[in-house]
């Protein structure tokens, strides 16, 4: 049976002594993020995520959803946890005081959600999907729905879905069949098919709030193809009266099939049926405004643009899960390492009162699990940086920091999102194959966190797509904005400390690493232009490059702060000694693989291009 | 629902345009594979696997196998199947004729094996393991045994297993508990329990040979952790008699568990319990005789030697089952890239009847499945060369010839091993990539491939046992004879293509990628005798960089012989020029990242090794 332990050490060193959060008294609700504060608050999500959703993980994946007379049943216990999440306030640690919330900035809730993925995905989902379904209603919603549909939801009495993908079109939202009729009294009716819902039926909660999304007529009256045209709704399970926001009946909403997994098996993953449903237009609660271009923004479609809004903290936070999985693993496959008997060292008999060595004495073993974690822990600083850019991004008072914190996040976004559910799933894989044949065996738990970890690479935008993102846009817009800003801070961090000896070893990969990103970007702004292939071709190259450089230079300001605190003294002696064998780690094995991928990115699209489609 | 075409096309490209098999008349049976005849039997085997085992992969999948009443229940269809493969006689391909056997050379049966794999990996697996089991008992047994048993297992009416891990060991067998004892009468009964056992019980023939190793006491009477003391018995589930070879009842070997797997669920991998089970003890056929080193071997253990001589054909069976993975999800990959719409070009519209393009016009996606291609290509063409080095390295009349391929395809299995089903599984999860969302949806089958395809990567020694393998014996033994061997090779290619303007984008690269392996392995020569844990350290990357660049190597080989086919004019334009893409696509993207595993692998062991264990 595997298990877990949740990472706080870790976390509140990012927060207290790489990123200082409590220093930032200027960003709401920061003041109030001292050590004790955090560690309260963490230890008490670990403890829940540990003793309440990780003994669900494996029972879950087991048991599975299943759709009975219409209704979707959860595994055992997870209707339970469900409760005991809302009791715990877990669902409100980043919602709004008005519903009650703690509204916590984003640092607290991205640790939290890395915690309760590694417990249990399939599991987290639920509350995660009504949070984000949550958060779309509060920012478009009426206020009859902000009082009795979203206090629900607060609450965890009811949960929510994101409806987006239907059977044929899932990136291409443009060729949605899904419709909205609207009704001589003015409301709306809905109807057409959405798959993948995750969430999208199930026996924990009274109505379960769905998020949708579908076309509308467009001027001349006509369902077409056009981006324009689709439009958010807001289609409850169970109806509700506007008035009281009691429940007066079920809505035409009904469960096609609760689809059959590789992973998350825990969470329903639910083909729906919206046959003339009962569906409330969402048209945004900002007022008309005009956009760059002097074009007057229509009310019926921005509540697509707060949808959107929403999507990039989701593929933030599934970039956490490629963490989580990793997490997990990875201290799995440490026990199993410290505790597995075959052959000898190497290097001579390390444990001679046994009959074997453990293969925690193997180089390639080691390889596999410092690799993990070397990814994992400077993915998490990456994810915590990025997290606090977002209250930057928000709230600071100085617009300069304001829209450089906003560049940074969105240029990162991609890759958090792929390049991180990529390396989660290596790391998953990478334990797993700790365990030899015995990883392969379900009762050992190792091939679930492997099958969980694959969706995150596809779901959210599969990391083609973001790659292609990275490339085509968050590193080209505004003529590269964000892009010189971040090359501007990379420089800057080099510089100021390429003559300090103690810090070559990791400050010398970091200067190769990024000049190979300078050249790959240079590469992609002299051809891109030429021929849109040639981005496509080198996008996920250039991906790869950009995560590693970026997590190299994370890996050598934690560095530079253990060295730091290691001449101070300190009593966490083996953290820092552990900091930095993992920043070798990442600059000795992972920045040498950039020298491959530059080479790959100059290489062009014309040898992918060449081939006739049918001569595949 | 997935399907497969066998790749008959390029089997026949192999045999008789790369390898030229037909004109080794010198070797037995070899004068025979014209290519009529060979493409005769490729296309029966093609027929058999596409038709009677492919149907039955998914439904396996879904209903795996169970344990009732003492007795595993294979899935609906499998006995049928297995059947009608022993009626086909495809268990016999490479039988001796003294079994009625057709005795074909190694390159027609791992072709077999190949689409056998691709079609069905778990069911498979049963006549795969009876046929290895077979060989080792056509190799160790005595007469009685070779009359009355070998022949119904070659008819397919008894099947067989291989029974080596215990619970607490694998690569480690001299700690196995397995015991045998002899009796007052001279004859042996067997106690303890395997697992992992592929096959290890079922309902589709009447008897099973198992083949297991066990230990027996040493020259003082005493069981001790010494693999000298381990020896090779046979232990048949049902009991024969050895007069008349008729079964007389069971034997005491009971089905402790089915177990629960990630995938290949078509295949019982079971717990099997030998409690005092009748046994006989392989001693080998060959006389006595003096090994290397003057001392004579022992009778005894003489059995263990021709069971070890069975595994290099295994470890190549298992690579193979790697690029089957490959081919497999590939095919499906190319299907769906062609039929899913989505999106436009990013150079303009292609499909301007329909609402988007098929997503086969988007580079990254064609970077997914040409990239599976050329691994699956080229790693065939070397499967290929290496299973008609076999036939080599035991039949040619040139004792050089002989001793060259002996070297070689010993140097090369840990590679085929390992590096194949690495990117065996890369090629699964890329095609599974290919399908974004549903490719995660059990119904489409591609997350079986993935699944399936993990297990590749485990059995028959864990990928990183190869690695040290390749390493620390393959290259260095003997001097690094079978090193220099290859790399003459290499050289003498290279040297004879370089003045060829047509092929320098194929020998540019090769000579690079040669370059970097010739590094790496002057820097393992220089540093593992310093300390061994360098090797161990380096292994994986080396094990990449040799299997890089030897897949270069047989693209080189095959890019020249296309150029030379399309300049004297062919029908098959689209099979050369595609070779010829393929070709360009390992050169420009997959030999590049030889430049960073090299780099690793020289940053030695120090970074791996300063952490202490429980700091991990």
Request: proline letters at 4%; a negative charge.
């Amino acid at each position: 049976m595997p298990s877990y332990k949740a990472p706080v050490e870790d976390f509140l060193f990012l927060f207290h002594e790489l990123l200082e959060i409590e220093k930032r008294t200027d960003l709401p609700g920061f003041a109030e993020l001292t050590p004790d504060m955090t560690g309260a608050i963490l230890e008490g999500g670990a403890k829940f995520c540990e003793e309440v959703l990780q003994p669900l993980n494996q029972s879950g994946d087991e048991e599975g959803c299943h759709l009975e007379n219409g209704v979707v049943r959860t595994p055992k216990g997870f209707k339970e946890a469900f409760k005991a999440y809302a009791d715990g306030g877990w669902n409100k640690l980043g919602v709004a005081e008005e519903l009650g919330g703690a509204n916590l900035p984003s640092v607290i809730t991205f640790a939290f959600s890395e915690m309760g993925s590694s417990a249990n995905q399939a599991f987290s989902m639920y509350p995660g999907l009504s949070g984000a379904a949550l958060g779309a209603l509060w920012a478009t919603g009426e206020d009859w729905m902000r009082e009795h549909v979203a206090t629900r939801m607060a609450d965890g009495d009811w949960a929510g879905t994101m409806c987006l993908t239907e059977p044929h079109c899932g990136t291409d939202l443009k060729l949605m069949k899904t419709r909205a009729v609207q009704q001589d009294d003015g409301s709306f009716r809905l109807s057409g098919t959405k798959i993948f819902i995750s969430g999208g039926d199930h026996d924990m909660t009274d109505n379960i709030i769905h998020m949708v999304i579908a076309k509308l007529p467009n001027e001349e009256g006509k369902y077409v193809d056009d981006l324009s045209t689709v439009n958010f709704f807001m289609v409850p399970k169970m109806l509700v009266d506007p008035a009281t926001g009691e429940i007066t009946g079920p809505n035409s909403v009904s469960t096609g099939a609760v689809e059959k997994k590789m992973g998350i098996k825990g969470n329903a993953t639910c083909v729906l049926n919206f046959d003339n449903a009962v569906a409330y237009h969402l048209k945004g609660r900002a007022p008309e405004k005009k956009a760059d271009d002097g074009k007057v923004v229509k009310s019926k479609s921005a509540g697509m643009a707060g949808m959107f809004g929403m999507m990039n903290g989701a593929r933030m936070g599934v970039g956490i899960q490629g963490i989580a999985a990793g997490e997990v693993a990875y201290q799995n496959g440490v026990a199993y390492a410290q505790e597995r008997l075959a052959g000898r060292s190497l290097t001579g008999v390390k444990n001679p009162d046994g009959p074997a060595d453990p293969i925690m004495v193997f180089p390639d073993v080691r390889r596999l699990l410092i690799g993990s974690r070397a990814f994992v822990e400077g993915a998490r600083a990456l994810a915590m940086y990025v997290s606090f850019l977002f209250s930057v991004a928000r709230s600071s008072a100085d617009e300069k920091e304001r829209q450089e914190a906003e560049d940074l996040s969105q240029l990162f976004t991609p890759v958090i999102k792929a390049y991180f559910t990529d390396k989660g799933f290596e790391a998953a894989n990478a334990s797993m194959q700790v365990f030899g044949g015995h990883g392969y065996i379900r009762d050992n738990g190792m091939e679930q966190f492997v099958r969980d970890a694959r969706i995150n690479q596809v779901y959210e935008g599969a990391n083609g797509i973001q790659a292609l993102d990275l490339v085509a846009r968050k590193m080209t817009a505004k003529g590269g904005r964000a892009t010189l800003t971040y090359f501007a801070k990379l420089e800057a961090f080099i510089k100021e400390n390429e003559g300090d000896a103690e810090m070559a070893p990791f400050v010398g990969p970091l200067k190769v690493g990024y000049g190979r990103l300078g050249e790959a970007a240079g590469w992609l702004m002299q051809n891109a232009a030429k021929n849109y292939d040639h981005a496509g071709a080198a996008s996920y190259d250039i991906l790869n490059i950009f995560g590693t450089v970026t997590l190299a230079w994370m890996w050598a300001q934690m560095a530079k702060l253990s060295l730091a605190k290691l001449k101070a003294g300190t009593e966490k002696q083996d953290f820092y000694k552990r900091k930095l064998t993992l920043a070798r780690y990442w600059m000795e094995r992972e920045v040498p693989m950039t020298a491959g991928w530059v080479e790959r990115a100059k290489a062009g699209a014309d040898g992918l291009m060449e081939l006739d489609a049918i001569n595949f």
